[in-house]
């Protein structure tokens, strides 16, 4: 059998043993296309893929609570523990009525690969639940998250597996499951959860952490090619932590964000999203939980675009922030049709894999999500850190450790591309260094 061969059959039993979780097999194909290059090199390899495309664990459980009316209400909770060759599971929990377990397993398959890039030491892991905390009251959200908390305090901890946010999930809901789980050991082990408040344990530029990274990220990637953000028109999807810092850091770096949305549509301002009108979108999302149409009742100059995705206004630089396969294949044609000269993820696999193609067809700069998002878990780890020593370190410590990681990553990533003769290829470059870390590791603990 031949190395593609070989891949192919791992893929097919993929497909055989968890079929209707078409967003897992995606993750999967993605991962094993690229290694190809790897694995036709060194063929001892082949024998980690069947166990890392199996998680070591995933929990599924009943997440009952009631309403302010007193309606019973049952949830579905899980957390997939993917991999800990390299460290304890890490990564975050989505609250969203789209969550299933094909949606939980590709964002903990991604995670390992992620988790490796950022040269600490983290394993892969995913949770969440179908719970849509929108138009819930603080008190219904917070029942939910005790009642969350009360099965998944069974399967965390700061040396097994440490939660922390992504879709839904924000320092209110981190908050009400840090204090259910302190409740529940008797036990303050503020490493537990990341993205936590300040006032318990939470790091400065936490918060920030994602977007800003992304936005280094793309720095790195234009300072490549002697060009910079400053002076790029840029789109900008979603409006939530990811987009919003996204948006800032840009602007900081001279770019002018175009765009913003949810799930309703996208804003078009073309006058840029400025401070004064990021710090609308901000407390409008944070705290209002209002929908992004409202900008354009403050801001007249922008429009509102019901049901539509911002991937045809014409711009320099795109930055998908919202969600999974937001970019397909017709939209990433818009984007090139509009002079787009390059894309860089903030939202995990937000392209599908033919808009992917479509990017390299046309040779635009292209900055996948699990180097490019990077810097929020990255910074979870930093926080974690900071929980062990009982010390809290500086905006400028983390800022400067997190510019510093993702550099780090744009270099490996860009490196490890030229390795195996794809120059610019960050996507190769990415899978294969993530890989090879976890599956060095893998090897030296034999099979277990
Ligand atoms: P938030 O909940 O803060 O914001 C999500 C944004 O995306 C909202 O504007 C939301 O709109 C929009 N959105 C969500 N689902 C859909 C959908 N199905 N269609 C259209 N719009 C949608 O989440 P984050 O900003 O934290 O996460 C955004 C992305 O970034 C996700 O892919 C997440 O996995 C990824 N990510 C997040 C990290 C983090 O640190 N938070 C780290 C790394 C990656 P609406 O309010 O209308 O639903």
């Known amino acids: 059998m031949n190395t593609e061969e070989a891949i192919d059959k791992v893929y097919q039993s993929v497909l055989k043993r968890d079929p209707g979780q078409p967003e897992f097999h995606q993750a999967v194909y993605e991962i094993l296309q690229s290694l190809k290059l790897l694995l036709e090199r060194e063929e001892d390899y082949l024998d980690i893929l069947p166990r890392i495309v199996e998680p070591e664990r995933a929990i599924l459980f009943r997440v009952p609570w009631v309403t302010d009316d007193n ?16 460290g304890p599971f890490k990564g975050g929990l989505r609250f969203h009525p789209s969550v299933n377990l094909s949606i939980i397993k590709f964002l903990g398959f991604e995670q390992i690969f992620k988790n490796s890039l950022t040269g600490l030491p983290i394993g ?35 040396n097994t597996d440490v939660p922390a946010g992504d879709i839904g999930v924000g320092k209110r809901e981190i908050g009400y499951l840090f204090g259910q789980f302190k409740r529940l050991r008797n036990s303050y082990e503020p490493g ?8 318990f344990g939470g790091s400065l530029i936490r918060p920030e952490a994602t977007g800003y990274g992304c936005a280094y990220f793309a720095e790195e990637m234009l300072h490549a090619h002697n060009d910079s953000l400053s002076g790029k028109k840029v789109l900008v999807s979603g409006s939530g932590n990811v987009a919003q810092y996204a948006v800032e850091k840009i602007t900081q ?14 804003i078009h301002d073309q006058d840029g999203i400025d401070e004064e009108k990021l710090a609308f979108v901000k407390e409008l999302k ?22 539509q995705k911002p991937w045809g206004v014409p711009a320099d630089f795109a930055f998908p ?20 000269k390059g894309i860089c993820e903030g939202a995990n696999m937000p392209s599908t894999l033919d808009a992917i193609r479509i990017y390299y067809q046309n040779k635009i700069l292209y900055g996948p999500a699990k180097a490019a998002n990077a810097g929020g878990v990255a910074t979870s780890a930093l926080e974690m850190s900071q929980n062990s020593q009982r010390l809290a370190w500086t905006r400028e410590e983390v800022d400067g450790r997190l510019r510093n990681i993702m550099v780090n990553i744009h270099r490996v990533a860009a490196e490890t591309a030229n390795e195996f003769d794809r120059p610019g290829d960050l996507m190769a470059g990415a899978n294969i260094a993530g890989f090879r870390k976890v599956a060095d590791a893998m090897k030296g603990q034999g099979i277990v």
């Open 253 to 266: 770096l001279g770019g002018k964000c175009l765009t913003l949305s949810d799930s309703s549509g996208f």
């Open 321 to 340: 922030c919202a969600t999974q396969n937001e970019i397909e294949a017709k939209d990433a044609e818009q984007l090139i049709m509009g002079g787009c």
């Open 192 to 199: 537990v959860l990341t993205g936590k408040d300040l006032n």
């Open 286 to 307: 944070n705290e209002r939980h209002g929908r992004i149409s409202e900008y354009t009742k403050v801001f007249t100059k922008a429009t509102f675009h019901a049901g």
């Open 124 to 158: 892969g892991g995913k949770g969440g639940s179908d719970f849509d905390p929108k138009g819930k009251s603080d008190m219904e959200v917070m029942r939910f998250c005790q009642s969350f908390m009360i099965e998944l305090e069974h399967h965390i901890g700061q």
């Open 71 to 86: 309606q019973v209400r049952v949830n579905r909770g899980y957390r997939v523990q993917f991999n800990s060759a390299i």
